[in-house]
C-alpha cells in the first residue's frame, strides 16, 4: 500500500420511519496508527467524502453540497479545516436522510429544473476552496435555482429545499 485509503460504508437502511444512521470504515496505510480501532463521532454525509479529497489534494469543490461538508477528520487535522456541528442537536435528530426529496426526475412533484451550483460559493468559504473554474464557466448566467448553501446542514426528504417539496396527493 502507498498511502492508501478505502471507505466501506453502505447507503441506507430499508425501514423509512428509522432514522437512518451510517456505519463508515476506513481502512489503509494512509489511516494514521493512533487512529487504528477508534471511533469519529463528527457529523458526515456522502458529500464528505467528495469534500475530503478535495481537502486532501487541495482541488476545488462544484459548487454544491460539497462545499460546506465536513472533512473527515483525519484528513482535516493534515489540511487545516474546521469541522462544524449541526446547530441545533434536536434539529439533526428530526432528519431522516433516507427520505429523498422530490428532485427534478421525480415523478412526484418538485421543481423539475437541475438546480444550479451556488456561484456565490466561489470566495469566502467557510474553508475557503473555491469552485471548480469549468463549472463557473459552464453555469455562469444560468437562471436555474440554486438551493446549496455553505452549511453542514443539508435538507433531506422531510425536509426540502424550498420548491423541491413534493406535491400533495391528487395535485
Known sequence: MQNTLVLLTFDENETYSQRNRI???????????????????????????IASVSANWDLPTLGRWDVGANVFQMVADKTGDKLRKWSSEEQLQ?????????????????????????????????????????????WKGNPAPSYYEDTVEVPDGLHPPEGYEPKPKGE
Open 23 to 49: 456505519l463508515g470504515i476506513v481502512l489503509g496505510d494512509a489511516v494514521p496508527e493512533e487512529l487504528v480501532g477508534t471511533t469519529d463521532d463528527n457529523f458526515y454525509n456522502h458529500y464528505s467524502e
Open 94 to 138: 428530526s432528519m431522516y436522510f433516507n427520505f429523498s426529496q422530490a428532485g427534478h426526475f421525480s415523478n412526484k412533484g418538485g421543481n423539475k429544473r437541475y438546480p444550479a451550483p451556488n456561484l456565490d460559493l466561489d470566495e469566502n468559504t467557510f474553508n475557503g476552496r473555491r469552485i471548480h473554474p469549468q463549472v463557473v464557466e459552464m
